[in-house]
């Protein structure tokens, strides 16, 4: 399918795992994508091109936007992708983790709103666009070894919904919505598992958190994401596209082992 011919977006954090797949699947599908991350690889994934850029840096986003526009003229997608992860129970959190999770995960998301939503103003024609924020399952339920993550990732999801009705009554064609993943098989999921005193164990705990019996893929996620930005989804806004293999729905946390590890217990 080429739902995307013509289309130019951003993908944040796009080098590895989550990112990398939706660069690939959007391009793949016809848009000139940028590809956007703190570290540049060898490996471009078909990005049109790649610039670096960290999240938490204003100026750095106005010259992301800025250079995507001098290339290609317009700004058709945005897909708010970057984040890390923490490990940190409340009582053990220090305040230099909170606050750098906080400056990725949601001022970063933040940051990426405000400029997209400029930039498709003014795209010819008028105004359209579609924004996709990464969030996940820790934006519905409270994990107890992620204080930030829990925190960042809710208010990514109701920072969505701020944004979806603003440019809904305002703007009318651009939208922007959530992505919850659940565990994905990514980079950072092998390195926890691989950390692991057994990392078969660890590996069939994760997979045994969803109901389907396994971990998601990238690729999965990246099929979501283009459904979202494309016409497609054209009547979609302001609302979290659940992608966890059923874990939810199960009521999660009644699935996990009686004994766990930390890289066993969260989901992407």
């Known amino acids: 399918m080429r739902r995307l011919e013509g289309r130019v977006g951003i993908v944040t954090g796009g080098s590895s795992g989550i990112g990398a797949a939706c660069v690939r699947r959007l391009a793949d599908e016809g848009a000139s994508v940028v590809l956007a ?50 490990t940190q129970p409340i009582e053990e959190v220090t305040l230099d983790l909170w606050e750098n999770i906080l400056a990725i995960n949601l001022t970063g998301t933040m940051l990426g709103c405000k400029h997209a939503v400029r930039a498709m103003r003014g795209n010819p024609g008028g105004a359209s666009g579609s924004i996709v924020n990464i969030s996940s399952m820790a934006g519905f339920v409270g994990l107890a070894q992620s204080a930030g993550y829990n925190a960042t990732k809710g208010g990514v999801r109701l920072l969505t919904k701020s944004v979806a009705v603003r440019c809904a009554t305002e703007y009318g064609s651009i939208r922007c919505n959530s992505l919850h993943p659940g565990a994905i098989d990514t980079p950072i999921h092998e390195r926890r598992l691989s950390s692991a005193p057994d990392r078969q164990v660890a590996r069939a705990a994760m997979d045994a958190l969803q109901p389907v019996g396994r971990m998601g893929t990238a690729e999965e996620m990246a099929a979501c994401v283009a459904f979202l930005v494309s016409d497609d989804a054209s009547f979609v806004t302001g609302t979290e596209l659940i992608a966890d293999g059923g874990w939810l729905a199960d009521g999660g946390t009644t699935r996990l082992p009686p004994t766990r590890t930390m890289s066993t217990q969260r989901p992407a």
Request: with cysteine; glycine share 6%.
């Open 37 to 86: 991350d703190v570290t540049l690889t060898s490996e471009t994934h078909g990005a049109a091109m790649c610039l670096p850029h960290d999240v938490r840096d204003e100026a750095q986003w106005e010259q992301v936007v800025t250079t995507t526009l001098e290339r290609f003229g317009r700004l058709d997608f945005l897909v708010n992708n970057a984040g890390i992860t923490s």
